[in-house]
Every structure is written in C-alpha cells, then in structure tokens.
C-alpha cells in the first residue's frame, strides 16, 4: 500500500531490459565498433518514446539519475546562468525535500531570494494569491504537478501562463503526473519538467529532466566530464535502465492504461470507505474527484500517532507517514502543516497508495490488519 514511495519494475519492463545487461553490453559513447553503436541507438529510441509520451522533441531529454538529480540540475542550473535583474524564486509550500533542498541552496549559493507560494486546505495553489506574489525579478517557479503525499493535482497551465507574463520560467517536478498518462509539455507550458521511472514501474536510479530547446545554453551543468548529452549532463548513460524507463511510459499510456487507472481509483475508494467503517472519525486529507491522483489515499486517524500505528502494523502492511525522501527526518509533513494542521494532527496522519499489482483482496486484507491494530 505505498506505491507512491516506489512501484515493482514490471516484467514487461525487465524482459526489453534483459538484454542490455549481458547480450548487448556496450557503452552508447563507443563510437568506434558495433557494440556502442548498437547501445546508442537504444538510448536514442528510449529518448525519443519518452519524448513522445510527453509531447516533447527527443533533444530537449537529459536523462539523470532520477527525479532528485533533475530538480537540482533545473533549479541550481537556471540559478547559475540567470539574467540581470532576476533575483528571485518562488516554490510551493508543499514541494518534495529535493526542490525546496535546491532552491534553498541556489538562494545562499547565488544571493537570491526565495518565496513559498501557500496552498489552500486542499493543498492546491490559488491563482488570485500566486498572481499577487509574481513580479518581473522573479527567475524560476517551480510547482510540482501532482503532491506525492496527498495527491493534489495543481492549475500548472495557468501558472505557467502568469509567470511567462512576467518573463519568470517555470518548472515542474512531474515524478507523480506521469502516471496519469495525460501529461504533455505542450498543455503544461513549462519550460522545464522533472521525471522518474521507479514510479511508473520502471527501474529505479533513472530519472529525466526535459528542458525547452530555447532554454539549453542557460543551464549550467551539475554534472562534468565528457560531455555528453548535448553537454548537460556528464557520465555513461546507463543503457538497460533508459531502455526500462521507455517501456514502463509506454505502458502508463497504451490503450489498457486508462482502464487500469479506474481500477485502482475503485480500490482507493474501496479502502477509503473501509478504514471508514472501522474508525468513522477518519478523514481523507487533501482534494477529491479528479484534483486528485487516482491512487492516493492519505487518511487522518485522530488520535493515533501515525509512525506508531505503521509500526504495529509491520511486516503485514506497509504504508507511510510522508515521502520516503524525508526518511530519518523526525517531524511531522511540512505538506500536512501546510493545509493547516496542527503538528500534533499532522502526526497522526498515513499516506496509502495503491498500484498496477493490488488487488481486492489485498485492500480487504490491509483493512482487517488495520482493523485488528486500531
């Protein structure tokens, strides 16, 4: 029941990765015999179904390391390369830890200035509010599309609309959206789009980050030594994990994906209503209907200390408190307290996501565990 910390590579996505890994080893920066030819032309396939899943041009995909890496080279990499009289950055209160780390770190690293665009209750942004804060100093934006901890979907067109009016650019951790199947750079309007494959059933230690054409030569690189991708990204793409990453975003997207999603919003719903059932007082946290992502369910059980309850309920059930990039970290959801709760409430609060592999019965079982532990 944490799909959203991270989802089983599919065995469609290991059996075109297979291969890569012992039959076709090259490296895809040998230009000099068949193997590297044979790697590069798998990396430029795997580039280009990506870009097309997300209605991009295959040279405007970096790929990186995964999502953390893509929002520093995004953030710290506009930073560098900003224009004169652009000393400010604004970020959602309820960003993942690597957008807020990065912008935090190219503020000090830079002298800029950085600003928290509030969210409503719902953890969504208003419009009229982030329109007052944008003025022409502002350098970046950065809202991610879907909150990988309660699920909410934001206005990331009509944010983009308002910042490019003040010439500000803007970028998007879209690790969470992509899953929706529905996401496209041309309807989104950003300049810059993070992506991550391990949470769409893909391998995990891959991860893209899409910049505009336009945009290239203002990005400074994080990452230095061969120069490869196009110089933006230094270091041998790894072939078998590019290739997995393009086949699990095929799968997210061909003809089955839509039918498979309203499977798992009835699951949600079917585990929403359950835990209900057993503990009446218990409250969905964040948006409903389609401003949230189909799989999640972040459940508020006042009264029971949330690291508490997941610890009783181990090794049958897994879930979590809050992004498992924040692990170790002992305080409550900065998303949480940003809808308003209390730290105290915002303790007692557990993130359920399901996936592709849940079944029925896994939800009915998750709610007699959850049952007998309560």
């Known amino acids: 029941m944490d799909y959203q910390a991270s989802t089983p590579v599919d065995p469609r996505v290991v059996e075109v990765m297979l291969p890569y890994l012992f039959e076709k080893p090259g490296n895809p920066h040998a230009t ?6 044979e790697a590069a032309k798998a990396v430029d396939e795997a580039r280009q179904t990506l870009a097309e899943a997300i209605g991009a041009d295959e040279d405007e995909l970096v790929f ?15 930073s560098a390369r900003r224009d004169a009289g652009k000393n400010r950055i604004l970020v959602s209160e309820i960003e993942h830890k690597s957008v807020l780390a990065a912008a935090e770190a190219a503020c000090e690293r830079f002298k800029l200035k950085l600003d928290y665009i509030p969210v409503n209750s719902n953890g969504i942004i208003n419009i009229n509010t ?18 990988n901890e309660i699920g909410s979907i934001q206005p990331i067109r ?12 803007v970028h998007t951790d879209a690790v969470q ?37 336009h945009l290239q030569n203002r990005i400074e690189p994080q990452i230095w030594g061969g120069g490869q991708q196009n110089g933006l990204r230094a270091g041998t793409v790894p072939v078998p994990l590019c290739v997995g990453f393009a086949a699990a975003a095929r799968l997210v997207s061909d003809a089955d994906a839509e039918a498979e999603r309203i499977r798992i919003r009835t699951l949600r719903d079917r585990l929403v209503e359950g835990t209900r059932q057993i503990q009446p007082d218990a409250r969905l946290m964040g948006p409903t209907g389609p ?15 949330a690291s ?38 915002a303790r007692c609060c557990v993130r359920f996501s399901l996936g592709r592999f849940s079944t029925e019965n896994d939800v009915d079982t998750a709610l007699e565990v959850l049952k007998t532990v309560l």
């Open 308 to 345: 508490d309850l997941l610890a009783r309920l181990q090794p049958r059930l897994a879930a979590s408190t809050g992004s498992a990039c924040t692990s170790g970290i002992h305080e409550p959801s900065h998303v949480l307290t940003a809808l308003g709760l209390s730290q105290e409430d």
């Open 130 to 147: 982030f329109q007052k804060m944008i003025s022409d100093d502002i350098l970046l934006v950065s809202v991610m599309n879907v909150n």
């Open 177 to 213: 959206a992509l899953g929706l199947g529905d996401f496209q750079i041309c309807d989104a309007g950003v300049d810059l789009a993070s992506f991550s494959a391990h949470k769409i059933y893909g391998p995990k230690g891959i991860g893209a980050l899409y910049i505009a054409r």
């Open 32 to 37: 000099d015999h068949v193997f590297g030819w």
């Open 64 to 78: 990186t390391s995964g999502a953390t890496e893509a929002n520093n080279l995004a953030i710290l990499g506009v």
């Open 158 to 169: 009509e944010i983009s609309i308002l910042s490019h009016q003040v010439g500000a650019l």
């Open 291 to 305: 401003l949230r992502h189909f799989a999640n369910a972040n459940l508020f059980f006042p009264g029971h200390d």
